[in-house]
């Protein structure tokens, strides 16, 4: 008896591994599918500013913003509290 209670505690759990790897290809073809129509659907919204963007390079009228900045240095401590000891 306790031989044949081996073998059937085998032969389950063989099954259910092999239902947990098909559970699981299955889960990441759903999830591969989802990315790749995710890809399509951005693709396909963005095809006019795409469009646009091509035929004004190819006029060479790119836009171009040109600044400046400034880098802030705050003498404050993390707190916002007393300011830092410059010489530390």
Known sequence: MKTLT???GALL???L???A???TSLLLAVAALGALMLWGWILWRTRHARR????AAERGE???IEGEYVVDRDERGPEGG?????SA
């Open 6 to 8: 081996r073998i059937a």
């Open 82 to 86: 007393e300011p830092k000891d410059p």
């Open 17 to 19: 591994f092999a239902a």
């Open 13 to 15: 759990g063989f099954a």
């Open 21 to 23: 790897l098909i559970f």
């Open 62 to 64: 790119t836009l171009v």
């Open 52 to 55: 646009a963007a091509g035929r």
